[in-house]
């Protein structure tokens, strides 16, 4: 019997509810039970692929080639558990699904309104596709209160109706703002948080309260009398420092034993070992490094979230703190000088990105880690841009460009008009639609014998998530890899290239997919490990 934990949140946003959510799930799945994690964005994007990284974060692309939310990467990252196209939807995939049904004629001339139509795609949406799990946790974008977000309370209230008590929970994450003052942690935000989540009929059954210290008994009194909680439901969730503590600290406060009291559910203690052991290694590293990413959205860290957590894992993989500069790319382009804030690194990297603007920078971050031997990794657009370092100033092909910059005399990257997806050919052509309409989802790849990436994996074939539109042209193979820039790692028909390194760098890899993506805590991504470790290599040397 599958059950339903659906989680809100109220006061203000960013109070980590993907986060808490991907914690619920790590604790129940330590009892055993078979978890998956799903959310319901409230915005009118059809998927979040269209939107810019600075308003909305990073879009994390799942196996199955869906631009997904943020937050999927938590869950991932957290269970294990693999997300797919059905674990996320938003109010514009929801309308279009309805309105196209209609053109169809589907509903037989009945008046398409909000209630039932909408709310029954939104339940069918949060019930289909399930894997005989114990629980599907489904978490709910925004903030109570907003417009957007009323027809998916209103779908989620339904189904408490549908399904019953013993099958549904609502969890409501809330803050308790400390004024100093008054000395105290107010509860009102939360009262009326609730408040607004019972004017659509939702009675909260577990609260969990973001504070930045200790929730007093008498506090905690007063949110269960006002918020019809039982004390026991009224969580406290304290500021941690780390992200892997997360679990261990909600264990501790009694949320999972309130989601099995909920559901009548007898258990013993959750096996948490594997948590105590990253969350101590992860504060303790015996050393650190230092690792630029040079790249375009770095004022907003959410836009390179997995990462960052890649670059974590790496670390605690090799025992040492990851600590991240983060350099704007066109500061390369104006600034003559700016080169020398790489001379006390010990990792440059590029990450994905699009577009013209700072990729002059990034062809210069290239050349210095590439001249200087600090390990390079170069990540889908960092990839591309280190092939059209090399074909310039390598292979001495002056010229060289990407198609996506305009037309270029030389297009060592170009745009990719035809590829096989399993055994159906895409086609794309220039100015297309930008939606859904990139080479996305998880490609096999074939790695070269003796060559580092094959050592790095330990594994001939490969599979990792793309989103690009781009491609390294195979027609300057022959010339660049006569000046040195292999191509060791290739799609199995040999016609995309998925991989680029120098042998006779201590560490230069430029990969067409995003490793990070799959990188977790308890499997830190190979590629990551191995590049820290080169970065712990340099630290030694400079
Ligand atoms: N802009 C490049 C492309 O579309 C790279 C994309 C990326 O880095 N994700 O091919």
Redesign the pocket.
């Known amino acids: 019997m599958t059950r339903f934990i659906f989680i809100t949140g109220g006061v203000v946003s960013s109070l980590g509810k993907g986060l808490a959510s991907a914690a619920l799930g790590a604790l129940l799945q330590a009892n055993g039970f078979k978890v998956r994690l799903r959310k319901l964005d409230p915005y009118l994007n059809v998927d979040p692929g269209t939107m810019s990284p600075y308003q909305h974060g990073e879009v994390y692309v799942t196996d199955d080639g869906a631009e997904t939310d943020l937050d999927l990467g938590h869950y991932e990252r957290f269970t294990g558990v693999a997300s797919r196209q059905s674990d996320n939807v938003t109010t514009g995939r929801i309308y279009s699904d309805v309105i196209a049904k209609e053109r169809r004629g589907d509903y037989l001339g009945a008046t398409i309104q909000v209630i039932p139509h909408v709310t029954d795609a939104i339940k069918n949406f949060v019930t289909s596709n399930l894997e005989e799990e114990d629980f599907i946790l489904c978490e709910i974008g925004g903030t109570v209160g907003d417009i957007e977000g009323l027809p998916f309370l209103e779908a989620i209230r339904q189904l408490r109706n549908d399904l019953g008590r013993d099958r549904t929970m609502y969890m409501h994450l809330t803050l308790l703002p400390y004024i100093p003052t008054a000395g105290e942690l107010k509860t009102k935000p939360t009262q009326h948080s609730v408040k607004e989540l019972l004017s659509v009929g939702i009675q909260p059954d577990v609260l969990l309260c973001r504070a930045d210290r200790p929730l007093p008994e008498g506090e905690r009194k007063k949110i269960s009398l006002f918020c019809n909680v039982d004390e026991r439901d009224v969580i406290p969730a304290l500021d941690v420092d780390t992200i892997y503590r997360v679990p261990l600290a909600y264990h501790a406060e009694g949320l999972d034993a309130s989601v099995y009291r909920h559901f009548n559910i007898e258990t013993g203690e959750p096996d948490l070992s594997r948590w105590e052991t990253i969350a101590e290694t992860a504060i303790r590293p015996e050393g650190e490094v230092s690792i630029a990413v040079v790249g375009k959205y770095t004022v907003l860290p959410d836009a390179y979230k997995s990462l960052i957590e890649a670059l974590t894992h790496g670390g605690i993989a090799n025992n040492v703190k990851v600590n991240i500069k983060w350099i704007e790319s066109e500061i390369f382009e104006t600034e003559s000088e700016a080169l020398h804030t790489l001379e006390d690194v010990h990792g440059v990297l590029v990450?994905?990105?699009?577009?013209e603007r700072g990729s002059e920078g990034k062809i210069s971050a290239v050349t210095f880690a590439r001249e200087r031997g600090v390990p390079y990794f170069g990540?889908?657009?960092?990839?591309?841009m280190a092939v059209v370092e090399a074909a310039r100033n390598l292979a001495g092909i002056k010229g060289a460009s990407?198609t996506?910059f305009g037309e270029a005399k030389e297009p060592v990257?170009g745009?990719?008009t035809e590829w096989m997806n399993g055994n159906q050919l895409e086609q794309r052509k220039l100015g297309g639609n930008l939606g859904g309409t990139?080479?996305l989802g998880a490609f096999p790849c074939t790695l070269q014998d003796g060559s580092r990436v094959r050592e790095i994996y330990a594994e001939q074939d490969i599979s990792e998530r793309?989103?690009?539109?781009?491609?390294v042209n195979t027609e300057y193979r022959p010339r660049l890899e006569a000046a040195g820039l292999k191509f060791t790692g290739m799609s199995p028909d040999g016609l995309l290239p998925e991989i680029v390194e120098i042998p006779e760098h201590p560490w230069f890899i430029g990969v067409?997919f995003?490793p990070e993506l799959k990188s977790k805590p308890f499997e830190p991504h190979p590629l990551f490990t191995s590049f820290i470790d080169a970065a712990v290599k340099q630290a030694r040397l400079v």
């Open positions: 990450p994905g990105g699009f577009g990540i889908c657009f960092g990839m591309q990407s996506e990257v745009l990719l990139m080479r793309h989103r690009h539109r781009y491609e067409q995003h």
